[in-house]
């Protein structure tokens, strides 16, 4: 709350949002998302590769000596605004958003010239396992051993849970338990012992998986057992572009209800002309802007290394998560019967929602981190 | 003697300055004894007048400092951060709210007489709006100007009416035509109040307190020339000093949220319940709600500071803290427990949807007059309700 510099959007931000809005709204109508409901539409690389053939969105905020467009979280935050408008399926949030990140964040010099462009041309997507099947991103929840083979060679042993893309990503980072500490690691995709099953997810169009790993061969990346201050940063900065994707999607479910209840008669009037569906779609409005200055304040934070960045992420991160689960129930609400009926998108912003609040770490998991930074005792 | 200020150094000289003059350990207007506070404010006005900056962006010829808005709002946050007034509790009426209307709607002779009065203190002014049956309808109020030869005579009621029983003059939203619609017909109209057509009579509030009025006129008169902007746009008048009112309030609210949720923290410490986990998460949750309404309050004074036209996130400011604070109150109370049944300390003194003053007891007289209190911050200046029609109909297009 100490930063008190002007932050808003200047004007070629406001061009290149709405550069976005205009290619998201053309490229992924209701139908590109129904057929991940309807039929066996997985991954859809021809979109992948539109994506950075025409933007360059996987490089977008990579430094330019690495390949990428030298662009910071900002403007990740509105790609993510727009992408959670249409519920893009994609690989983005867990590769651009958070391997790219925490690659990024290792400060490695043979990484950076290795691995990260991999990810930002070359039509791959990386997918990041870090989670134990507590679900908890927190250091103390990383259980994957590594045992050392006196090179960089390791062989890693655990199962990792609700990885984004997990068994899709050509390339595979596991983050594991050495002696010395949390360290991060490339799996191949094919190396014996590694098991990638994909999970039937809640919300069909965020791709989760499980990572089993027997004695499984990894590639040290990085230095060994120094990688949890680059993953924290990465989840934040990750955490954050989640919060702006929920943003963009609780808009769309504001603008659908608004919509709805402007045409929608009963008792001869538009339902919208009554106050308690007025004031439903008021509290959308509230929270949707609310949220989106939290994210727009966390993004500069970071973009600028605020000391109290981290903070500002928990902040935005808890509230836009409990903003968008608010927002796409009452979005069935207003749109009564036909808001329950699975031919109606709301489902499909509700699962995301639900599905979403639980992604890199609860609200209640935020504020617990919060309260801490407050100063409360523990 | 007044001190010139430059702008582009401005926020730096005014905190220096402020800093120099407070007392050695300054802990806040809420830290000083009760009986000991208007002695300080009366005196910290004249402070402030003497070094120029009362109407800090008012034009030099009406007493003004000649600066910007922008300038004015930097020193509104200052001295919040500094934990003193920016003037007297009545100032604000005529000092953020009627003085910019002036200066926009204003006659050059309205102007050069009641601008430098009101800085000199010389006029204290208080607000006509709300009637006994025009509250959240507005456009239906009833309150009459009618025109013969060289007055305006003023007949009806006026209610919720802050600093009546100080105020020199009040402004009056009144219809001046048979015209029956809302909204129109209205006049800004002038009225002194020292005189036999307008009476007052205070309202004692909830929490024991008497700070507002009604005010009644019967045959009030006033001078012909008292007329704020053309005769019938009365409306249009109001609704500018409203929106002058909104952004002087987003500038310091927040400033005075944090510093009253330092307060709630060291009252969780007093109470020995930091290490509560519903009381963490509590805290956090509102710490959250703060923090985002502070960036939603920075967004929209940026946009205001560039120039642009407020965006629609304008609109839910006042709506958000209000709610916000009324919480927050109800968690104060909650974190008391059976502290809350007895009155410690003092009680108030309070302003509308403001915090306790800056530096006021951690008591439970203190949260027990912030809970009475913000039962009224989401009622004063438009209802939570209409505040929310608003939204509904004027940003997201529903129908009325």
């Known amino acids: ?37 309807e039929g066996e539409a997985g991954f859809d690389p021809a979109m992948w590769r539109r ?27 509105l790609v993510m605004e727009e992408m959670g408008r249409c519920l893009l399926p994609s690989p983005f949030l867990g590769s651009a958003g958070l391997a ?83 360290s991060l690691f490339e799996v191949e995709p094919d190396a014996r012992g590694l098991d990638r099953q994909r999970a039937r997810s809640l919300d069909p169009t965020r791709r989760l998986a499980t990572v089993v790993m027997h004695d499984v061969d990894g590639r040290l990346v990085g230095h060994e057992g120094t990688a949890w201050p680059a993953i924290r ?35 001869g009037r538009p339902i919208g002309s009554f106050q308690a569906i007025k004031h439903k779609c008021a509290d959308m409005l509230l929270r949707v802007e609310s949220a989106r200055s939290a994210v727009y304040a966390a993004a500069f934070a970071l973009d600028q290394a605020n000391p109290q960045a981290s903070r500002a992420v928990d902040v935005a991160a808890a509230y836009s998560g409990d903003a968008f689960s608010w927002v796409a129930k009452e979005m069935i609400q207003v749109h009564g019967g036909i808001g329950f009926t699975w031919e109606h998108p709301a489902h499909w912003y509700f699962r995301r929602a639900t599905s979403s609040a639980a992604l890199f770490g609860s609200a209640t998991a935020r504020r617990r981190r919060i309260a801490a930074a407050l100063g409360m005792p523990c | 003697m007044s001190r010139e200020w430059r702008a582009s150094t401005f926020r730096e000289d005014v905190r220096a300055f402020i800093a120099r003059l407070l007392p050695r350990g300054w802990k806040g207007v809420g830290a000083l004894p009760v009986g000991d506070v208007d002695a300080f404010v009366t005196q910290w006005r004249d402070t402030l007048a003497t070094a120029g900056l009362l109407g800090l962006s008012w034009p030099r010829e009406y007493g003004g400092g000649g600066l910007s808005h922008a300038e004015e709002i930097v020193l509104a946050e200052e001295l919040a951060r500094a934990k003193v007034p920016g003037g007297a509790p009545w100032d604000p009426m005529g000092m953020q709210m009627l003085g910019p209307t002036l200066l926009e709607w204003g006659s050059e002779a309205q102007k050069a007489h009641f601008l430098p009065r009101i800085l000199r203190g010389e006029d204290r002014w208080c607000q006509g709006f709300s ?24 007949d009806g009621q006026k209610v919720w009416t802050s600093s009546a029983q100080v105020a020199d003059w009040i402004f009056v939203l009144a219809r001046t035509s048979r015209e029956e619609s809302a909204h129109h017909g209205m006049s800004f109209v002038l009225v002194p109040m020292d005189q036999p057509g307008v009476e007052v009579r205070p309202i004692t509030m909830l929490s024991g307190e008497r700070e507002f009025n009604e005010v009644f006129f019967t045959d009030a008169v006033t001078h012909r020339e008292n007329v704020l902007g053309p ?54 949750q509102a710490y959250t709600q703060l923090s985002v309404l502070a960036s939603l309050g920075r967004r929209v004074k940026a946009q205001i500071s560039q120039g642009g036209p407020p965006g629609r996130e304008s609109q839910l400011i006042k709506l958000a803290w209000s709610e916000y604070h009324r919480d927050l109150a109800e968690l104060a109370i909650n974190l008391l427990g059976p502290e809350a049944m007895v009155v410690e300390g003092r009680q108030g003194p309070f302003l509308p949807y403001t915090a306790d003053y800056p ?25 939570s309700e209409i505040q929310r029609n608003i939204c509904a109909e004027r940003v997201l297009g529903l129908p009325r």
Not at chain 1, 53 to 65: D, N, S
Not at chain 2, 266 to 278: C, W
Not at chain 2, 364 to 382: C, Y
Request: contains cysteine; negative net charge.
């Open chain 2, 231 to 284: 005769v019938g746009a009365g409306w249009k008048v109001a609704m500018t000093l409203l929106s002058y009112e909104r952004s002087h309030v987003a500038a310091t609210l927040p400033i005075q949220y944090e510093q009253e949720f330092e307060r709630l923290l060291a009252l969780v410490e007093r109470r020995g319940l930091g290490r509560d986990a519903l009381v963490r998460d509590q805290i956090a």
């Open chain 1, 233 to 267: 940063r990465g989840l934040d900065d990750a955490a954050l572009l989640l919060a702006a994707e929920q943003v963009g999607a609780a808009e769309r479910c504001m603008d659908l209800s608004v919509e709805y209840a402007r045409t929608r008669h009963q008792f």
């Open chain 1, 51 to 77: 994506l950075d053939a025409e933007f360059g969105l996987p490089g977008l905020a990579v430094p330019e000596e690495f390949g990428g467009s030298g662009a910071g979280l900002i403007e990740l935050v």
């Open chain 1, 100 to 182: 790219t990140s925490v690659l990024l964040r290792l400060g490695d010099t043979e990484v950076n010239t290795c691995l990260v462009p991999r990810l930002v041309s070359s039509g791959d997507f990386a997918a990041l396992a870090v989670t134990v099947s507590s679900g908890d991103w927190s250091e103390d929840a990383v259980s994957v051993r590594a045992e050392g083979g006196g090179d960089d060679t390791f062989r890693l042993s655990g199962t990792v849970r609700f990885v984004l893309d997990g068994d899709l990503a050509p390339l595979l980072l596991v983050a594991a338990r050495t002696t010395s500490g949390i």
């Open chain 1, 1 to 37: 709350m100490t930063m008190t510099d002007d932050q808003v959007l200047s004007q070629e931000h406001r061009v290149f949002q709405q550069t976005m809005r205009r290619f998201f709204d053309k490229a992924v109508p209701e139908s590109y998302v129904r057929d991940f409901y």
């Open chain 2, 131 to 154: 009637e006994p049956d025009s509250g959240s309808d507005l456009g239906s109020l009833s309150t009459r100007a009618v025109a013969d030869g060289e007055f305006w005579h003023v």
């Open chain 2, 359 to 383: 530096g006021a007891p951690i008591s439970s007289g203190a949260w027990i007059g912030t809970l009475l209190h913000s039962r009224s911050d989401t009622l004063v200046g438009g209802t």
